[in-house]
């Protein structure tokens, strides 16, 4: 999956990003995982043009800020222009915003009710202001506080928990150096073509690599026991051993 996070105030730094540290969590505990992360700011014409190559990608994609009615709020302007698709007021969106703030409604809220045609509401039980679906895009509030119930929402209508649960299996070289170690990598890479090897360099009182492999067990399994007796019969020293699920 990707992910889009949307606000100047991300960019500036006014505001951490806490959606994507969260997406990592949760999409790990159903099998899946994040492919990539972008940031982007509050201009419609930019924000249109990333919805387009996102789009393009043909992966799902959780985007999240700027569905707002405030004039600096422009995803839904933008996702309508990425996906060739008018704006319009989507009925049932209009009667739950209606529902919730009555007369208060207008004439602000009621803006949040226009979305590309053929978009799905996504329910937000904060404050019953859905969220919406567009293709594989959905679109979320930039509030945790309301996108994370919405999320939970999608991934259990959308996407059902994976049985190929994401593992990790590594292990440390004190005193490698990745530069030594690319010809194991090239060769593990080409023996284990569907499990993702990583190496991770450490500097500090001894340094040290971790290597390994993340994806499905039954896949990194073997994999990583290539790699074990790959260090044996090369006589590379290593030691702390982890198997843990990402």
Not at 208 to 221: D, M, Q, S, Y
Request: aromatic share 8%.
């Amino acid at each position: 999956m990707g992910a889009v996070v949307i606000g100047d105030e991300i960019l500036t730094g006014r505001r951490r990003d806490r959606h994507m540290p969260h997406l990592v969590e949760r999409l790990a505990a159903r099998g899946l995982r994040l492919a990539w992360c972008r940031y982007e700011g509050d201009e419609c014409a930019t924000l249109a043009a990333a919805l387009r190559q996102t789009r393009a990608a043909e992966l799902p994609v959780l985007c999240f800020g700027g569905i707002g009615a405030t004039p600096d709020d422009c995803t839904r302007q933008a996702a309508a222009l990425a996906f060739d698709c008018p704006l319009h007021p989507h009925a049932e969106a209009l009667a739950l915003i209606e529902a919730q703030f009555g007369e208060q409604a207008y004439p602000t809220r009621v803006r949040m009710a226009e979305l590309p045609r053929g978009s799905e509401l996504i329910p937000n039980p904060y404050n019953r202001i859905p969220g919406f679906t567009l293709g594989r895009h959905h679109f979320f509030p930039g509030f945790p506080e309301m996108a994370w119930p919405m999320l939970d929402w999608v991934f259990a209508h959308h996407y059902p928990l994976s049985h190929a649960l994401q593992a990790e299996c590594s292990v440390c070289l004190p005193q490698a150096q990745e530069s030594e170690l690319c010809g194991l990598m090239e060769k593990l890479i080409e023996r284990h073509p569907q499990a993702r090897l990583f190496s991770l360099p450490h500097l500090g009182a001894e340094n040290h690599v971790e290597l390994g492999f993340r994806g499905p067990a039954a896949v990194i399994e073997p994999a990583f026991a290539d790699l074990l007796r790959e260090l044996e019969r090369r006589r590379v020293v290593y030691r702390n051993i982890r198997r843990h699920d990402a």
